[in-house]
């Protein structure tokens, strides 16, 4: 397809405004009710935001990293000092600051991955989501003394307006997902990608061509980790609206880690499909357990189910569709079109034959 | 002078012995690794998996402890048959990235299975063994050392030894290990793939019910288990993925660091840094030695 805008062609250009669309017209038009906003569209951009910064070092650049909450942890806690002790900064230049916060210490933490890969490299990322934790957890400064162990996360004002309903809550997710990820998909396409992929599919031939190991690994762990670490600050400070070390614990690594691998290995949307399927899923099986078997159900039980369903998604995916579910939505797609032929596609199958 | 001597033997001595504890779950880790050169990252959740299963046994059906003990064996026998036929089968041919997540499922799987079979409180496991001083060794050497710890060391090197005898003199171990230098290779001569996937699942199954016992006596049986199972990723960075000695030798190494770190350098920073302090030595490791101290040294080609 001819590009039309840039390098963008009238497709991209099209999913894009569809977006646009749906998230600030029709969604906020239509639903109404806060919990949405709180507790599904508000914690979805933010996980799939720290999601993209996982697709990044794992689905483009091919490194088993396991430590995304300690780098959301460290942005959150930057963005609560930024803005408790600069407040010059304002809102949107302390979460770039916190940004790049994290991706220094995603820099620290990545360069092991230029002597160890694999299951090796899983190992040292561990470190970092345990040190960040222990670091925030046993140095009070972080967390202005407060003993109590839980801070509350300061109102959102940009420019002087505040922010605090749920509903602007969900525009500043919304306006610094959407810029974050036009830029991740442009980074995916350009030099910077196909490098990331190139070390990915392997390093040592990419290396031999001239790609910088050092550089572009550094790179990928400095990105995604600033993609985390915005997705923490936001996370923080729009979704629980308190900073708890405790808040990013493992735990929140792995679930980061699933949404990766089932919502499609190497895909900037899959982060969105990933995001959402977990974090949608229990919310379903909550909602089965209370109106079909009426509360029958122990509550534990049903979360012990999910982790097995979970679990035995992933083993599926791997099994079957090991780009996870993006690629199954680009087969559907794709099984459509052959089936019933747009007039686009017959006028190009017509041109090439004459 | 001699006092502190005394303190610093005494808790290198403890680090130690809870190091057996790592080397434990390490050895689960290795026998796949060995065996099939996959990572089983659900080892973890086998550990919880059995020993709560052992637990449920004992304290809900009141099977006495050694029916029990062999109940559970068997449990972590079948789940070593499934893993074997659902998960590892389909994957033969699959990337070792790929089969790594894999496993990842499948110990969220257990994970999962156990809570919702068992239930998710704390159970206490009581062996026999008291976790406190042995008084002859307090008396005589004025060392003050866990009889669980001594027991789990023991435990250990019975366990070392039987797995050594076992991969260097038998015509079984004879077959894992070339299973794993070239599994296409291996059958392709007649060994059975299937037997030995099944009899390497089993056996890192009851190693992780018998490390699950003693981590459970000690710790109590519950979900924080698993992520201490994490621990014993640093031991097999340290010692060599594919190297029995080397779970041993690094499990030492991690369990006397960790309690030397934490006792004379943790106060300077307010404590709890056995948390990462294994990691951050990994790291090194990884840095100086990346195929660590007993592995075999791994050359990749274009």
């Known amino acids: ?354 | 002078m001699v006092d502190e001597l005394l303190f610093f033997m005494e808790v290198l001595v403890g680090g130690l012995l809870a190091g057996t504890m790592y080397s434990l779950v390490a050895l689960g880790f290795v026998l796949i690794f060995k065996a099939s050169a996959t990572f089983n990252f659900s080892q973890g959740a086998m550990v919880f998996f059995s020993v709560l299963a052992f637990c449920g046994f004992m304290q809900d059906f009141n099977i006495p402890f050694v029916l029990a003990f062999i109940l559970a064996a068997f449990l972590m026998v079948v789940v070593g048959l499934c893993t074997e036929r659902f998960v590892l089968r389909p994957l033969m041919n699959a990337s070792e990235d790929t089969v790594l997540m894999a496993t990842i499922g499948l110990g969220y799987v257990l994970e999962g299975l156990a809570q919702a079979a068992w239930g998710v409180e704390v159970r206490r496991l009581d062996l026999g063994i008291g976790d406190f001083p042995v008084p002859w060794i307090a008396d005589n050497l004025k060392l003050f050392i866990s009889a669980l710890d001594i027991t789990a060391g023991l435990v250990a090197a019975v366990m070392i030894i039987g797995l050594f005898l076992l991969f260097k003199y038998t015509k079984i171990g004879l077959g894992l290990r070339a299973v794993a230098d070239d599994a296409g290779a291996a059958s392709s001569i007649g060994i059975p793939l299937k037997h030995i996937m099944l009899l390497v699942w089993s056996a890192a199954g009851v190693v992780a019910l018998v490390a699950g016992c003693m981590w459970g006596a000690r710790a109590g049986v519950q979900f924080a288990l698993v992520d201490l199972a994490l621990k014993a990723l640093p031991v097999l960075i340290i010692g060599g993925f594919s190297s029995i000695p080397g779970a041993i030798i690094g499990g030492l190494i991690i369990g006397a660091v960790e309690k030397v770190l934490e006792v004379y350098i943790g106060p300077f920073f307010g404590g709890a840094i056995e948390g990462w302090a294994p990691y951050v030595l990994a790291i090194f490791f990884l840095l100086y030695r990346p195929e660590g101290l007993f592995g075999e040294k791994i050359i990749r080609r274009v």
């Open chain 1, 1 to 354: 397809m001819k590009p039309v805008f840039m390098t963008y062609t009238k497709k991209d250009l099209i999913n894009l405004a569809v977006c646009m669309v749906l998230s600030v017209l029709v969604i906020p038009t239509f639903i109404t009710t806060e919990y949405w906003y709180t507790s599904i569209l508000i914690p979805w951009l933010c996980l799939a935001l720290a999601t993209i910064g996982q697709q990044i070092v794992m689905g483009y650049t091919g490194q088993l990293a396991l430590g995304a909450a300690g780098f959301m942890a460290a942005g959150a806690f930057a963005m609560f000092n930024l803005i408790l002790r600069v407040p010059d900064l304002g809102f949107v230049g302390s979460l770039i600051v916190s940004g790049l916060i994290a991706a220094g210490f995603g820099i620290l933490f990545g360069l092991p991955s230029l002597k160890v890969r694999g299951i090796y490299l899983m190992v040292a990322t561990l470190a970092s989501q345990f040190f960040i934790i222990w670091m925030i957890d046993k140095f009070g400064w972080f967390k202005n003394y407060d003993s109590s162990g839980i801070i509350t996360a300061q109102d959102i004002v940009i420019l002087g307006k505040p922010f605090t309903t749920p509903l602007a809550m969900y525009f500043v997710c919304l306006a610094v997902t959407t810029v974050l990820t036009l830029l991740a998909m442009n980074m995916a396409r350009g030099s910077t990608g196909r490098n990331w992929m190139a070390v990915r599919d392997m390093d040592i031939a990419a290396e031999s061509m001239g790609v910088s190991l050092l550089r572009t690994k550094v790179q990928a762990f400095a990105i995604s980790a600033f993609y985390c670490g915005v997705a923490g600050a936001l996370f923080a400070f729009c979704y629980l609206k308190s900073l708890e070390p405790v808040a990013f614990d493992i735990k929140l690594s792995f679930k980061i880690l699933f949404m990766c691998i089932l919502g499609g290995l190497g895909t900037i949307n899959g982060a969105f499909i990933g995001a959402a399927f977990i974090l949608l899923f229990p919310v379903l099986l909550n909602a089965i357990g209370n109106n079909v078997f009426h509360g029958a159900i122990d509550a534990t039980i049903i979360s012990s189910i999910e982790q097995v369903i979970f679990g035995g998604l992933m083993i599926i995916f791997m099994i079957y569709e090991p780009l996870g579910m993006a690629k199954l939505w680009e087969n559907i797609k794709q099984k459509w079109k052959t089936k019933i032929p747009s007039s686009t596609n017959i006028k190009s199958s017509l041109s090439k034959k004459t």
